[in-house]
């Protein structure tokens, strides 16, 4: 039998009397490494209790204290960095730099979080009017929740915490079930680093958990990150109990490439190392494609789109496949579970139907474990399925407008709205680009837009349900409420004398 994840409640690692479970894969092998237990509302219940128990004095603690407790946590997670970035290889299947990333990504969260109190000052107005000053505060919401995904096992869920946790709030954490190893870990750290019993809190499991955070009526705030449908979903149930809500979905994120920014005929290892080819697939294959960042659409400008097929589909042979735990030389690792491998698998098999398969991901795979290989298909048109159709895997498609007026109406009709990007030289193509593509990232010679943590992940259309973005300042006015006191003091110039005077 294998080892079953246990949930966090205060201060206390508990396994939960749970009948369903979820298998933790290796995905580079297939092995089962481990079962999620699937709680429930009275799991949820439970963690709602301590998160309340503790919340009147985390609350009041002083912003300074809150931030020292953070101070220690970033330290702790710089020294575990190593450890963290290997846990995340062996349950997600990330290369080494990859995890590495998925983790320096969540401690800049942890960063902005520790200046808690330049981020909370509120504002001050003397004589707002006559003989009243007015002054507004930045106040917490009370107690929140996280749900996060699979796809970046550290990051995700340090969108949410560390701010929440910074500005005086508890929390509750839902990581994915298939990767809960990374959330248990930060868990640990965080308390290692003194913060108080219930102020962080972890419950594990499926559908059952994420409807009850939904509707709890003593949940505040409810953050979310997933596909658009879910999003959509958690926005409408959340909406229900009066929380304020945050909900990311998915993405189909487009890879503008102008005929200035790649020089012809490069092939093999010459077109992996230019920066816009190498921008280009990283953002494609990066992450096996499991990111709502990733660019799924290449567009090429009329007849320059021939050669730019033949040097992507040139570079994509030197990328290699494998267990990044056992080779960190690897390019790409495999996807999460066989779940994802089939459905990928046929995804590719129906676009080869309508258009041309460049490079196939499902022919010479390793043999064990969930691997899909980087994958072309070109003559993508908008009537297609693959246009609007979030893959989320190793799939990238070809498209050939004849003008960037046309490559720009092309994904203004995408209904997601996360990242576009465009590679030239030509500022004032760039510009062009740049103010009229609708979506909320966008990337100038940049593969993958995705903000640092002090600016906000800003996904628009349906690529975000909601009002304030996870990070940045949008996070921390999303885990606060304002308060705005106004003063009137009567007189103010009696003189006072001795230890007993009147009117003190």
């Known amino acids: 039998m294998t080892e079953i994840v246990p949930i966090l409640i205060g201060d206390r690692w508990v396994v939960p009397d749970c009948d369903a479970f979820t298998p933790v894969h290796r995905p580079a092998t297939g092995q089962i490494i481990a079962r999620t237990p699937h709680c429930g509302t009275a799991q949820v219940e439970v963690a709602v209790q301590a998160a309340k128990a503790a919340f009147?004095?985390?609350?009041r603690t002083p912003a300074p204290e809150r931030a020292r407790v953070l101070f220690r946590y970033r330290e702790l997670l710089e020294s575990h960095f190593e450890e963290l970035a290997q846990i995340i290889c062996r349950e997600n299947g990330k290369t080494l730099d990859e995890a590495r990333g998925d983790v320096r990504r969540g401690v800049e969260v942890v960063e902005l979080a520790c200046g808690v109190g330049q981020l909370l000052k509120g504002e001050v107005l003397p004589e707002l009017a006559t003989g009243i000053d007015g002054m507004a505060t930045r106040e917490p919401v009370g107690i929140c929740a996280g749900i996060t995904p699979f796809n970046f096992p550290a990051m995700v869920p340090m969108w949410m915490y560390p701010l929440a946790i910074a500005c005086g709030n508890c929390f509750l954490l839902k990581p994915s079930e298939k990767v809960p190893y990374t959330a248990n870990r930060l868990a640990e750290l965080f308390l290692e680093a003194g913060l108080p019993a219930g102020v962080l809190n972890v419950v594990h499991g499926s559908r059952e958990v994420v409807e009850a955070l939904c509707l709890h009526p003593e949940i505040a705030a409810l953050s979310f990150v997933g596909s658009s449908p879910v999003a959509r979903r958690v926005y409408e149930l959340a909406g229900q109990t009066g929380k304020r809500c945050q909900a990311a979905g998915g993405a189909k994120n487009t890879l503008l490439v102008m005929p200035d920014a790649v020089d012809s005929g490069l092939l093999g290892e010459a077109a992996a190392a230019d920066?816009?080819?190498?921008?280009?697939?990283?953002?494609?294959?990066g992450c096996a494609g499991?990111?709502?960042m990733a660019g799924s659409l290449l567009l090429g400008i009329a007849d320059a789109c021939d050669d730019l097929r033949d040097q992507v589909a040139s570079a994509m042979d030197t990328m290699t496949l494998g267990d990044t735990l056992a080779?960190?030389?690897v390019s790409m690792g495999p996807v999460i579970d066989g779940g994802s491998q089939q459905r990928l698998a046929t995804s590719i098999g129906a676009a080869a139907k309508e258009m041309s398969l460049v490079r196939d991901g499902r022919a010479g795979v390793p043999p064990d474990?969930?691997?899909?290989?980087?994958?072309?298909?070109?003559?993508v048109r908008p009537e297609h399925d693959l246009f609007a159709q979030e893959l989320f895997g190793p799939v990238l498609g070809l498209m050939r407008p004849g003008t960037l007026e046309e490559a720009i109406d092309w994904v203004n009709q995408i209904p997601y709205g996360n990242a576009a990007t465009i590679f030239t030289h030509d500022g004032g193509a760039a510009r062009t680009f740049a103010r009229e593509v609708e979506c909320g990232m966008v990337g100038i010679n940049v593969g993958v837009p995705a903000p640092m943590a002090l600016f906000s992940f800003s996904g628009w259309n349906q690529s975000f349900f909601g009002d304030l973005h996870v990070q940045g300042t949008e996070g921390v006015l999303f885990y606060t409420r304002q308060k705005t006191t106004l003063t009137r003091w009567q007189g103010g110039t009696t003189a006072f004398?001795?230890?007993?005077?009147?009117?003190?």
């Open 327 to 329: 080779d960190d030389g």
């Open 497 to 504: 004398t001795g230890v007993g005077a009147k009117n003190r």
């Open 56 to 59: 009147p004095s985390w609350s």
């Open 290 to 292: 499991q990111r709502c």
């Open 275 to 285: 920066p816009t080819l190498k921008a280009v697939l990283q953002s494609a294959f």
């Open 369 to 379: 474990g969930f691997f899909v290989g980087p994958t072309l298909l070109d003559h």
